[in-house]
């Protein structure tokens, strides 16, 4: 059983900068792939970017390519999301997801977190 909690969501201008983290509980956290998605109010649930289980491998929607950024402390249970030069449509509740594959689809990921919402004012 793992646990996530998302923490660092908030109101930004347009071309600012956000880190989101997603701490996790359990002593396997490293053996877990993690997932980072976004949704919108009255939209379907958005793949963002994945991170492999050691970090090696990191991969990007095309929407956010550039300008995010994951990574993963696993000494501290933890992953990120580096956000700059956001955008209005950018604004969503984020979510952390742990699976056994670094994938874009949602069903491959076991364990979800609660969402932090991040708004970018244009």
């Known amino acids: 059983q793992v646990q996530l909690v998302e923490s660092g969501g908030g109101l930004v201008q347009a071309g600012g900068s956000l880190r989101l983290s997603c701490a996790a509980s359990g002593r396997t956290f490293s053996s877990y792939a993690m997932g980072w998605f976004r949704q919108a109010p009255g939209k379907e649930r958005e793949f963002v970017g994945a991170?492999?289980?050691?970090?090696?491998?990191?991969y990007y929607a095309d929407s956010v390519k550039g300008r995010f950024t994951i990574s993963r402390d696993n000494a501290k249970n933890t992953v990120y999301l580096q956000m700059n030069s956001l955008k209005p449509e950018d604004t969503a509740v984020y979510y952390c997801a742990a699976g056994g594959w670094a994938t874009s689809e949602p069903y491959e990921y076991d364990y979800w977190g609660q969402g932090t919402q991040v708004t970018v004012s244009s």
């Open positions: 991170i492999s289980w050691s970090g090696g491998i990191t």
